[in-house]
């Protein structure tokens, strides 16, 4: 007979190694951004102080991923994409971000590959989805 006290199947937060793992990867991020010449023209669209940013994504992909909602309670009704609309982002910025954002998933190797290569593939779509020409 099945048992009726199996553990619950752990989240992708949790794969993830949780809110650590995240900040990692997100920092990772910006540092590429900040530094590495093919990631220019997405730089020079945000703020000339990142770390605003590196707090906000962190929680975006805590919560998004299934770990505690923080983002979403500071910002109530706040949709992602609708957000991005005035950036004029196209397939290029789009692009850029996608890349960027694999690179420091790969360069900061959460243990779990699968789970690694399934949040690259999923935000690499979101990404790309964004751009509007
Ligand atoms: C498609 C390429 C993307 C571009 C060019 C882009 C660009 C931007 C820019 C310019 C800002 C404002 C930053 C500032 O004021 O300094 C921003 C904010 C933000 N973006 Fe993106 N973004 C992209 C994709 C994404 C994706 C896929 C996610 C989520 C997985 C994301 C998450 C965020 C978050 C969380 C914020 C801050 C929102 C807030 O807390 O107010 N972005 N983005």
Known sequence: MASTTETP???PYERIGGLVALRRITDRFYD?????PAFATLR???APDLAPM?????L???GWSGGP????EANPGKCMVSLHAPFGINHETAAQWADAMRNAIADT???DTAIAEALADVLDRMARGMAKA
């Open 109 to 111: 190797a959460p243990g």
């Open 44 to 46: 020079a669209m945000h």
């Open 69 to 72: 909602r923080t983002w979403w």
């Open 9 to 11: 199947a752990a989240s």
């Open 60 to 62: 975006f992909l805590a």
């Open 32 to 36: 590429l951004m900040e530094t590495e």
């Open 54 to 58: 590196r707090e906000s994504l962190s």
